[in-house]
């Protein structure tokens, strides 16, 4: 991560769906809420309004379209699926007494301005980096609701469980679903497993946490190419903690968690995209759905 910088990766995701939302065969895939609240993030920084120019410039747009096809081929469709698959299992816990959210590395995600304006009896709270964290918080500055805390913090220096509790909002009584998309792939091993202890130990009223994880580039399972490893080293935002699909129950064990449900490639298509079977698809990045298996 650069430190003064908002995410680079998470502008790439929020313009991936928003790519999504704006084409004629895949706006269907992102609603006219989630695609509103997008367009207000993108619209409240330079580099936003950048990414919303490259967008809607035709040239620049087709140099995008090539460079997803190099690098990772179907990637904006599966930010939208994965954020669909994980949105799906996250109201299912609701529905079970879920009363609160903690999104960790949120980015410039949706999901809790969308649940903290449909259950104002919802804690939501996003943890980010600092600048990232800064750069959202400007941009719903207008109209968070009441209920949706975003907390800047470099989870590089602080842990996750000192970092929960500085946040006021935070009840550690309440049964809570947390979510970390897009992010342990970031982190070294040591730091993953530090994030699945402090998750267990967050609270007294229960978990769910749903991540996502992705195969090391090597494996049969992902078509990211190599320029993508390259791409994402330059970005200073490299691949650390990768993990196969077939490994994830004996990995979890270890953590003292038990798997729910894996949600991978396949299933996202076959979930969300039967009316497209034919578009380029990302396949890698699958979301994990997990329980501790004793409370810490
Ligand atoms: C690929 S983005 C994913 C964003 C979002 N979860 C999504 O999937 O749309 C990775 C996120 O992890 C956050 N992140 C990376 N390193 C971090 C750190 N040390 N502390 C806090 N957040 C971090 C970044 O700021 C960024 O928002």
């Not at 929020?14 to 065969?25: C, D, E, I, R």
């Amino acid at each position: 991560m650069q430190d003064n910088k908002a995410s680079h990766t998470a502008y790439t995701v929020l313009q991936g769906v928003v790519h999504t939302g704006s084409q004629k065969h895949t706006n269907w895939l992102v609603s006219p809420e989630k695609m509103s609240a997008c367009l207000d993030i993108l619209d409240s920084s330079d580099e936003g309004r950048k990414r919303l120019h490259q967008l809607r410039n035709p040239v620049l747009s087709t140099g995008l379209k090539m460079m997803q096809r190099l690098l990772l081929p179907g990637i904006a469709i599966h930010y939208v699926t994965r954020k669909k698959a994980i949105e799906d299992i996250v109201r299912a816990d609701i529905v079970r007494g879920a009363r609160q959210v903690v999104n960790i590395g949120a980015g410039f995600d949706t999901l809790m301005y969308e649940l903290s304006r449909d259950r104002t009896d919802l804690t939501c709270i996003e943890l980010d980096h600092p600048a990232t964290a800064a750069q959202k918080r400007q941009a719903f500055a207008a109209h968070a609701p009441a209920n949706l805390h975003l907390h800047p913090v470099d989870l590089s220096k602080t842990e996750l469980s000192d970092a929960l509790a500085q946040i006021p909002a935070f009840d550690p009584t309440l049964r809570t679903c947390f979510i970390c998309e897009g992010v342990l792939m970031y982190l070294d091993s040591s730091d993953v497993e530090r994030v699945f202890s402090a998750v267990t130990q967050a609270t007294s009223g229960g978990v769910q946490f749903i991540f996502t994880a992705i195969p090391s580039m090597d494996s049969p399972n992902t078509n990211a190419t190599w320029l993508l490893k390259r791409y994402l080293h330059r970005l200073g935002e490299p691949l650390c903690w990768t993990i196969e699909k077939s490994d994830i129950t004996d990995f979890l064990a270890a953590q003292g968690y038990e798997l729910d449900q894996v949600v991978d490639g396949h299933d996202m298509r076959r979930k969300y995209l039967s009316r497209l079977s034919d578009t380029p698809f990302h396949l890698g990045e699958f979301v994990v759905s997990c329980t501790p298996t004793q409370k810490g």
